[in-house]
Structure formats: structure tokens, C-alpha cells
């Protein structure tokens, strides 16, 4: 039992007894005892009185300083179990709040470094407030940091209009918007919105068009020049070597039998390296410089069908069943090269269902979305997940007699026809589909 919680109610109990002591000396006219007991009584009851206001006080100091956050204090338990809960509770809520602390610190390190840019706003009586943006939003837009939302309208009038226009919601657009009065830049834009019970938010994701660009132009080119690199290496490497040892047998007084026939082996080798060489340098100089396209009216069904006939005999040796549904479309396109794209994605899918029982084409050619849509499906093994990112890059190939620029070329035609070429992973195989500009 902790003493602190009845002191106030010992000095209670000990000023009745006085007041009893000093009432009996009253009626016994014994007034220097009466005086006596009445100041110990009264002095009990001041000493209860600065007991629990006391207590109180404490009290209401610590919980008066979690009230402000003000974490500063170090109080102790006092044997007052009004005291020490609110210590408890002082301790508890300084524990939580330096973890908030330390999240909300976390968070925003991680929104810093984030190579978009980012801003968070807050709905407070019916006026957006700015929560949160990263440096990277305000260097994009070459703009200050305002707590209010409304200050932005002055300084990017154009981008303050666009989120308007989204009325805080879900949203994703590209823009062309004049920062500091230059030439228009494009702009990805995302607008999430966030609901709890007490607050909304409004989440503004900006991402520069041209950068992205950048960012995946370094990226194919770093990737490409890997690929050359290697291959370079894995050609010229034993070629060199096979010339110092030609150079070696050519330096000899007397060239033996031995050595002759070493001499033609390793001539042979370097012819084959040098043409090896020389397709690998074709196939780069196809993708590299592809014509421009002649463009004509064209019958997606017809193209369909004669990519099937050039391949029939194909289909038929490897005991494939192809099946083409098609909608009778035109497109304003490059007759051979659309032809080319769809024979390079069937000899994709040849390869892909060569190890399963049931080989199965499907070849679809519909409207969507204001588009016209021409999908080759297969029954096959699928793209491995790891590997799925890397199968437009030119000369990456899983085969081992393939040249890695099939789906890359089909890529780039598609790209010169306004269109793009997409690829879908199915349960059972994939589907390659080729989107026409209408």
C-alpha cells in the first residue's frame, strides 16, 4: 500500500480527533487545551489541503507538458499513484512520440532522395495546405517553398490550374507546361487521393518526360554497349591470339607439315570468327539505320495471311496449329515491314511452344480502344520473369543460333509506324500484340 495516496486522509482523521479533543475542553472550560487542539486541528486541516494540491499540481504539470509535447521534464515516482501513472504516462507518450519523430524523419530522407518530384497536400477548412514537398518537385518547377497551396497559383499559374482541373482526385495525364517564361517541357502527371476519418490528402507525383527519356536512352545504350562489348571480345580475343601464333610459325626458317596444317586450321578459324563478325556488325547496321517506311493503305488480313503461307511449311514440320481470327482492317503502313514484324513473332513462338504437346498459334486482329490491335498468341513455355525486361534490347537472345535483334527490329518498325509493340505474360505462353494507329 503506498502512504502517499492517504497522507491528505491521516491529516483528515487527526483533524476530527482534534476538533472531538478540542470540543470536550470547551465544555470543560480548559481553553488553553482548547486553543491547543483547535491550531493542530486547523494545522491538520491546512496540511491536508497542501497534500492533495500538491499531488494535483504535479499532476497536472506533466500532463500539462505531454498536452505541448514538451518532453524536457525527468519526473520520478513519488509513492502517489496519481503522480506515477501520470509519469507513466508522460514516459509512454515521450517514447512515442521520439518514435514518431524518428519516422517522420525516415520518411522524409527516403521522399528527399526519390528522383521525382513529390508534394503532399492537406485539406483544412476547406483550404488545401502544403503537408510535404521534396526538393526534387521544387527544382523541377523552379519554384519556393510555400506552406500555402494558393501562393503557388502566382508562381506556376499553368501547373496550379491542371491539379485544379483534377479536383484532388485520382489522376494521371502528361502536360506541356513554360517554366520561367522558356520553351514548354512535357511532364508526367499523377494525382492519388488519400482519406482517413480526419484528414485528406491530396499526393502530387511530376516527372520530367525529357528525363525519363534520358534515363532509358542511358540505360539501352549501356545495355547495348555490354552486349557489343562482348561480343567484340569473345570474337577478337582467339583471333588475336591465332595471329600471334601464325606469326610465330611465319617467323621460322622451315615450316613444317605440322605446322602448315596448324597454319590452315587457324586461317579457317579466323575466317570463321571474321564472318561471324560481320553478321553481328549487319544485324546491328539493320536495326541501326532502318528505312523509313513507305506507307500505302494495307490489309491487316491479307499481311496476316501471307506471313502464314511464307511459313506453312514451318508450322506443318514442327506440328503447330495455327488459328487466325480477323476483322477486316486497314492501316496506313509499310506493307514489307509489317509483314517482316509478324513473321519475326512467329518465329518467336515456333521457338516457344518447340518443347510443349500442345502447340497451339492464335493470331487475333480487332478494334480497341480506338486502335487496331493485331495479337500473336502462344501455348509455350513463357518468359522466365527475370528476363522479361530485357527481351526488346538489341541482341539478347535465349537461343543459341539466334541473332537477339528479331523482337528489337519488330520494336523499331512499330516505333516508325506511330504504333508500339507490347508484350503480355499469359498462364499458359504470351502474347505479343502490335497497336496500329487508326
Not at 57 to 71: G, V
Not at 169 to 186: L, M, R, T, V, Y
Not at 402 to 425: Q, R, V
Request: with cysteine; net charge neutral; aromatic share 12%.
Amino acid at each position: 500500500m503506498k502512504i502517499g495516496n492517504y497522507i491528505w486522509f491521516l491529516f483528515i482523521l487527526l483533524a476530527i480527533f482534534c476538533g472531538i479533543l478540542a470540543f470536550g475542553f470547551f465544555s470543560e472550560g480548559k481553553w488553553i487545551n482548547f486553543g491547543l487542539f483547535s491550531l493542530l486541528g486547523i494545522f491538520c486541516i491546512f496540511s491536508a489541503h497542501f497534500s492533495a494540491i500538491s499531488a494535483l499540481q504535479k499532476s497536472d504539470k506533466i500532463l500539462l507538458s505531454i498536452q505541448k509535447k514538451d518532453f524536457s521534464l525527468f519526473p520520478k515516482t513519488e509513492q502517489n499513484s496519481l503522480i506515477d501513472n501520470a509519469v507513466k504516462l508522460y514516459y509512454q507518450s515521450k517514447e512515442e512520440h521520439l518514435s514518431l519523430s524518428s519516422y517522420k524523419l525516415l520518411y522524409e530522407e527516403i521522399l528527399n532522395e526519390l528522383e521525382i518530384g513529390m508534394m503532399i497536400l492537406i485539406k483544412k477548412n476547406k483550404d488545401w495546405k502544403v503537408f510535404y514537398v521534396n526538393p526534387n518537385f521544387l527544382e523541377t518547377l523552379q519554384i519556393p517553398k510555400y506552406n500555402s497551396w494558393n501562393l503557388y497559383e502566382t508562381k506556376t499559374p499553368d501547373f496550379f490550374k491542371i491539379i485544379q482541373q483534377t479536383n484532388y482526385e485520382n489522376s494521371q495525364d502528361f502536360f506541356d507546361i513554360s517554366i520561367n517564361e522558356n520553351a514548354k517541357q512535357s511532364f508526367s502527371l499523377r494525382t492519388k487521393k488519400v482519406e482517413n476519418i480526419k484528414n485528406r490528402f491530396c499526393i502530387i507525383s511530376l516527372e520530367s518526360v525529357q528525363k525519363i527519356i534520358e534515363q532509358k536512352e542511358k540505360l539501352a545504350w549501356n545495355n547495348l554497349m555490354k552486349v557489343i562489348s562482348h561480343e567484340l571480345l569473345n570474337t577478337l580475343t582467339p583471333v588475336n591470339s591465332l595471329i600471334q601464333n601464325l606469326e610465330y610459325i611465319a617467323n621460322q626458317e622451315v615450316v613444317s607439315s605440322e605446322d602448315q596444317q596448324e597454319m590452315k586450321e587457324s586461317l579457317m578459324i579466323i575466317n570463321s570468327k571474321s564472318k561471324q563478325l560481320l553478321n553481328f556488325v549487319d544485324d546491328y547496321r539493320q536495326v541501326a539505320e532502318l528505312p523509313k517506311p513507305v506507307f500505302e493503305t494495307i490489309s491487316l488480313k491479307n499481311i496476316v495471311e501471307s506471313a502464314i503461307n511464307f511459313l506453312k511449311q514451318e508450322f506443318e514440320k514442327n506440328g503447330i496449329t495455327v488459328t487466325f481470327s480477323a476483322e477486316d482492317h486497314t492501316v496506313f503502313a509499310d506493307k514489307k515491314m509489317i509483314e517482316r514484324c509478324i513473321i519475326n513473332l512467329y518465329l518467336n513462338a515456333i521457338y516457344a511452344v518447340a518443347d510443349t504437346q500442345e502447340k497451339i498459334l492464335k493470331t487475333e486482329v480487332k478494334n480497341l480502344n480506338n486502335r487496331i490491335v493485331l495479337s500473336i498468341e502462344d501455348s509455350g513455355i513463357g518468359v522466365q520473369k527475370e528476363i522479361k525486361d530485357k527481351i526488346f534490347l538489341p541482341f539478347f537472345t535465349t537461343r543459341i543460333s539466334g541473332s537477339g535483334i528479331g523482337l528489337t527490329l519488330s520494336k523499331s518498325i512499330m516505333e516508325a509506324h506511330k504504333g508500339y509493340l507490347n508484350y503480355k505474360p499469359l498462364e499458359n505462353g504470351s502474347r505479343f500484340e502490335m497497336w496500329f494507329m487508326k
